[in-house]
């Protein structure tokens, strides 16, 4: 019954801020990588932000130095922080995460629900 739950999107002006959250729950033995992803309309989905279990964090260019991804691991949440948003940051946005559930020594990605955030004035 592992999922993750987004919140924190809606619409915002163009330079303004928003903060997604996505916190996991269920029987997780453990947590690797965490991400988020994001869909424009016609377009394909795309990474925008990863955070591995090690520390290392990755950003395209389209969104580096605006946005960041945290974690908090006690909380089983991710965070991404966007800072001066653009109109084509508009998109559905959705959070990933390698998780080991108890009892089952696999590694299985899992997606959130969704989130839509809209840039514009």
């Known amino acids: 019954q592992v999922q993750l739950v987004e919140s924190g999107g809606g619409l915002v002006q163009p330079g303004g801020s928003l903060r997604l959250s996505c916190a996991a729950s269920?029987?997780?033995?453990?947590?690797?990588?965490m991400a988020w992803y994001r869909q424009a309309p016609g377009k394909e989905r795309e990474l925008v932000a990863r955070?591995?279990?090690?520390?290392?964090?990755n950003y395209p260019d389209s969104v580096k130095g605006r946005f960041t991804i945290s974690r908090d691991n006690a909380k089983k949440t991710v965070f991404l922080q966007m800072n001066s948003l653009k109109p084509e940051d508009t998109a559905v946005y959705y959070c990933?995460?390698?998780?080991?559930?108890?009892?089952?020594?696999?590694?299985?990605?899992?997606w959130g629900q969704g989130t839509q955030v809209t840039v514009s004035s």
């Open positions: 269920g029987r997780i033995f453990s947590i690797g990588a």
């Open positions: 990933s995460a390698l998780i080991v559930r108890v009892g089952i020594g696999t590694i299985t990605k899992y």
């Open positions: 955070s591995l279990s090690g520390g290392t964090t």
